[in-house]
Each structure stands twice: as C-alpha cells, then as structure tokens.
C-alpha cells in the first residue's frame, strides 16, 4: 500500500469522487476514470522505487490501494524485457495507464467455446497512454512488454481481483480453450 504521497492520494481521492458521481454508470465512470488515469500517469515522478522493481521471471504486480468495502484497487505493474502476460479476462472494470516504457496490448472478442480467440484490436501503449477493459465492452486481453528494458503500468480495477479468482480465466488463443485463474499479489 502506498500512503502519504500526496499525487496518489489526490488520485485516490477524486476516483472515490467520480465512483460517488457515476453511481452505477459504468461508461461515465470509465470516461471520468480514464482521464484521471491519463493524468497520473502523464507525470512519472511519483511512484516510489520500490513499487517499480521487476522480477527475474515473471511480470510483478504491487498493491497501491486496496479498498475492500468499495471493491477498488489500484496497483502497478512491472514487466522486465521480454515478459507477457496470457490472454485473460477481468470480470470487473479496469482502467490501464502507462508510466514507462511500452506495452503491447491485444483485445479479443468475447470467446467462443471450441474456437480459437479473434483478434479485436491491437494497440502499443507508450506512457501517457490508457485503455480500459469492462465485461460489458470486452474484458479479454493479452499483453506484453514491448520496451528494450523495464515497463510499468498503473492498472485500476473495479473490485479486489483474489474475492473474483473463481470466475476469471486465462485463454490459449489458439484453440479457446480457457483455464482457471487464481489470482495472487506477490
Ligand atoms: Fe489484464
């Protein structure tokens, strides 16, 4: 958990305010969280060092907020070159910010039992850059770094990602199959 840094705190502070002004619409509350997102991460002078060290073998992510009672957390993620993440879904909301270096994002098409996954779009985000994942307007992606070095992200979810770890699911793209995920905060 990241407290007493004032640009977070700030940032923290106004999503609670467009959760309180969106109430249950979630395509303002991805608009309005989408430019707060943009704004945090169009400045890379906050995020303490520590929360922006990679592992050796896998992408690693660090809570920053944890709000259980509202179900919201922000964490950042750190990707070491060459590291990937598998097709995936969320089944809450999501709002992705790029702080440094580049990664490679592709959407896929809600999936199809027994077909592989269609390609959606493809995007490489570069920092400044955000895009969001909703099970309302396509909530399954794989991304990997695409920068000669360290990537970070700033990832916002709707809901604390463990309490969701029996409903979600990663993909083989090639065939649809989906597997279980369980997801863990290292
Ligand atoms: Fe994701």
Same mark, same amino acid.
């Given at each position: 958990?990241?407290?007493?840094? %004032?640009?977070?705190?700030?940032?923290? *502070?106004?999503?609670?305010?467009?959760?309180?002004?969106?109430? &249950?619409?979630?395509?303002?509350?991805?608009? *309005?969280? *989408?430019? /707060?997102?943009?704004?945090?991460?169009?400045?890379?002078?906050?995020?303490?060092?520590?929360?922006?060290? %990679?592992?050796?073998?896998?992408?690693?992510? @660090? $809570?920053?907020?944890?709000?259980?009672?509202? =179900?919201?957390?922000?964490?950042?993620? $750190?990707?070491?070159?060459?590291?990937?993440?598998?097709?995936?879904?969320?089944?809450?909301? =999501?709002?992705? =910010?790029?702080?440094?270096?580049? +990664? *490679? +994002?592709?959407?896929? +098409?809600?999936?199809?039992? =027994?077909? %592989?996954?269609?390609?959606?779009?493809?995007?490489?985000?570069? %920092?400044? #850059?955000?895009?969001?994942?909703?099970?309302?307007?396509?909530?399954?992606?794989?991304?990997?770094?695409?920068?000669? &070095?360290?990537?970070?992200?700033?990832?916002? @979810? &709707?809901?604390? /990602?463990?309490?969701?770890? #029996?409903?979600?699911?990663?993909? +083989?793209?090639?065939?649809?199959?989906?597997?279980?995920?369980?997801?863990? @905060? @290292?």
């Amino acid at each position: 958990m990241l407290t007493g840094n %004032p640009v977070f705190d700030a940032f923290v *502070r106004d999503m609670h305010g467009v959760m309180d002004v969106a109430g &249950g619409d979630e395509a303002l509350l991805l608009d *309005r969280g *989408r430019a /707060l997102v943009a704004a945090l991460v169009a400045d890379d002078g906050w995020l303490p060092e520590d929360y922006a060290q %990679p592992h050796p073998e896998h992408f690693k992510q @660090y $809570v920053l907020h944890r709000d259980g009672e509202r =179900g919201f957390t922000v964490m950042s993620v $750190v990707w070491n070159k060459g590291q990937s993440a598998m097709a995936h879904d969320h089944k809450t909301w =999501g709002i992705i =910010g790029q702080l440094r270096g580049a +990664e *490679r +994002e592709r959407e896929y +098409e809600d999936p199809v039992p =027994g077909e %592989p996954l269609k390609l959606r779009a493809e995007t490489v985000m570069h %920092p400044g #850059d955000t895009c969001v994942v909703s099970p309302d307007t396509g909530d399954i992606h794989d991304v990997a770094n695409a920068f000669d &070095g360290v990537s970070v992200s700033i990832h916002v @979810y &709707g809901a604390d /990602l463990p309490s969701l770890a #029996d409903r979600r699911h990663r993909y +083989e793209v090639a065939t649809g199959e989906a597997i279980p995920v369980i997801t863990t @905060y @290292y």
